[in-house]
């Protein structure tokens, strides 16, 4: 078997397992199948299924005992900013619960990022965001939407000048971009939000951190709203 076949099924069984554990299928506390009979269910050597497990395990999600064997851990141990982690509760359909608490974080990180790119922005970090912003413009479709509208929320992190921030957003990133491709296919008009943005946009110009925050404090809210009024005019139409 070639190396990078090696790899591939390596990562092959850290999604497989991962997303089994964070979609539920396996359950906290749940006991995994011994190393032999799982490799052999996965299709892998038992070399690549233990360091699938090591990798797993720094996430968080599983831990292994002496004679108790491998189980899933509860959720309070998960990693939850982790990149995968991340990206796998996102696949698996967003619940009401995750989007509240991303979108919690969103409010406490974002209109403070507003505010200090307005602060120190320089030339060349405004034409960033500017150009993000004209993107959104441009958009053709909701993905194309998520995508510029994604850029133009990392364009405004990296206009902190805070590495703390920008590293904070370049690990929820995948959480956002599947919230933005949500808010946007679920929105009447994918680009309703384009006038806030351009709010954001004009306070990081003219150098207002208030105004920027305001503005961002707005835009998130209009976003969470927007998505409660849709599920609540979906939950209308099943009953």
């Not at 053709?140 to 703390?164: C, I, K, M, Y």
């Not at 949500?182 to 105004?211: C, M, N, W």
Request: hydrophobic share 45%; charged share 30%; aromatic share 6%.
């Amino acid at each position: 078997m070639k190396a990078t076949d090696s790899r591939n099924l390596h990562g092959h069984v850290i999604r497989e397992l991962g997303k089994r554990i964070v979609i539920g299928d396996l359950r906290p506390g749940d006991i995994l199948p011994r190393e032999e009979a799982l490799a052999e269910s996965m299709d892998v050597s038992r070399t690549a299924l233990r360091e699938a497990l090591k990798v797993l395990s720094a996430k968080g999600l599983i831990e292994s005992r002496p004679r108790v064997g491998t189980r899933v851990r509860a959720t309070h141990f998960w990693n939850q900013l982790d990149a995968d982690v991340l990206s796998w509760r996102c696949a698996s359909m967003p619940t009401d619960d995750f989007i509240e608490k991303l979108v919690e974080m969103r409010e406490i990180i974002e209109p403070a990022a507003a505010a200090a790119a307005a602060r120190r922005r320089t030339a060349a970090q405004l034409t960033q965001v500017d150009l993000a912003y004209r993107k959104m413009e441009a958009a053709r479709d909701p993905d194309e939407w998520a995508a510029a509208d994604l850029s133009f929320h990392d364009a405004v992190l990296q206009a902190t000048g805070n590495e703390l921030m920008i590293s904070l957003f370049s690990v929820v990133e995948s959480a956002l971009g599947m919230f933005f491709v949500l808010s946007a296919k679920t929105a009447g008009d994918f680009s309703y939000s384009l006038p806030q943005h351009q709010k954001v946009l004009e306070a990081i110009r003219r150098k207002q951190p208030e105004v920027a925050r305001k503005a961002m404090q707005s835009m998130i809210a209009d976003s969470l709203a927007n998505l409660h009024k849709k599920r609540k005019g979906s939950s209308k139409k099943a009953s």
